[in-house]
């Protein structure tokens, strides 16, 4: 059973402080690494992709990843009201398998 | 528009009844994926197409759920003899390739009396 973890939270975190997210996975041959935020009663929205690793860096978002570690990461910089969402971390294998098996999110809440 | 386009978006029927859910992909995507998310619960795979290719349904939870995708576009997924454990908000994802991130559409919530 494949499984990816992340804490449910929630997380509070004051208006332009860093907010930190992470998530682990339980299976090895995962091959890409995905971010989706979700607000409540909306569908998820892609935020980041990262496929190797090391850091990836777009905008406030930076994500990481350490496949030794099996650990996947989400910082998001000088946060703003507007970032509380759930942030849903997703893993898939390639390779034929292509399903996205999701975490159940961590609640993220910016206080101003 | 230039989303994934689902539909209905709000779906209530009666118990045992049948439903269909529609999900119209982004232009070009040629994969195309369905996920469940129940109150309080992550998203579950339900069935992928990538193409002509024979669907993955691994994670359709019984022989009452089918789904197809109609000249590689539109898909449509089928609950029969619908249970309330079958309430849950149906999302549809498309991505250009197999391997490309999904994009999901607004999704179906269906609520099961």
Same mark, same amino acid.
């Given at each position: 059973?494949?499984?990816?973890?992340?804490?449910?939270?929630?997380?509070?975190?004051?208006?332009? +402080?860093?907010?930190?997210?992470?998530?682990?996975?339980?299976?090895?041959?995962?091959?890409?690494?995905?971010? !989706?935020?979700? !607000?409540? @009663?909306?569908?998820?929205?892609?935020?980041?992709?990262?496929?190797?690793?090391?850091?990836?860096?777009?905008?406030?978002?930076? +994500?990481?990843?350490?496949? +030794?570690?099996?650990?996947?990461?989400?910082?998001?910089?000088?946060?703003?009201?507007?970032?509380?969402?759930?942030?849903?971390?997703?893993?898939?294998?390639?390779?034929?398998?292509?399903?996205?098996?999701? /975490?159940? /999110?961590?609640?993220?809440?910016?206080?101003? | 528009? +230039? &989303?994934?386009?689902?539909?209905?978006?709000?779906?209530?029927?009666?118990? &045992?009844?049948?439903?269909?859910?529609?999900?119209?992909?982004?232009? @070009?995507?040629?994969?195309?994926?369905? !996920?469940?998310?129940?109150?309080?619960?992550?998203?579950?795979?339900?069935?992928?197409?990538? /193409?002509?290719?024979?669907?993955?349904?691994? &994670?359709?939870?019984?022989?009452?759920?089918?789904?197809?995708?109609?000249?590689?576009?539109?898909?449509?997924?089928?609950?029969?003899?619908?249970?309330?454990?079958?309430?849950?908000?149906?999302?549809?994802?498309?991505?250009?390739?197999?391997?490309?991130?999904?994009?999901?559409?607004?999704?179906?919530?269906?609520?099961?009396?």
């Amino acid at each position: 059973q494949k499984e990816v973890e992340q804490n449910s939270g929630p997380l509070s975190v004051p208006e332009g +402080a860093i907010a930190s997210l992470n998530c682990t996975y339980s299976d090895r041959v995962s091959q890409s690494f995905f971010w !989706y935020r979700q !607000y409540s @009663g909306k569908s998820p929205e892609l935020i980041m992709s990262i496929y190797s690793n090391g850091d990836k860096e777009d905008g406030r978002f930076t +994500a990481q990843l350490n496949k +030794a570690s099996q650990y996947v990461s989400l910082l998001i910089r000088d946060s703003q009201p507007s970032d509380s969402a759930t942030y849903l971390c997703a893993v898939n294998e390639n390779f034929g398998n292509e399903k996205l098996t999701f /975490g159940t /999110g961590t609640r993220l809440t910016i206080i101003p | 528009g +230039a &989303g994934v386009s689902q539909s209905p978006s709000n779906k209530v029927t009666e118990k &045992g009844k049948d439903v269909e859910l529609r999900c119209d992909p982004i232009s @070009g995507h040629t994969a195309l994926y369905w !996920y469940r998310q129940s109150l309080g619960q992550g998203l579950e795979f339900l069935i992928y197409f990538q /193409g002509n290719s024979a669907p993955d349904k691994s &994670g359709l939870p019984s022989d009452r759920f089918s789904a197809e995708r109609t000249g590689g576009s539109v898909s449509t997924l089928t609950i029969q003899r619908t249970q309330q454990e079958d309430s849950a908000v149906y999302l549809c994802a498309s991505s250009l390739m197999s391997n490309q991130p999904q994009h999901f559409g607004d999704g179906t919530r269906l609520s099961i009396l």
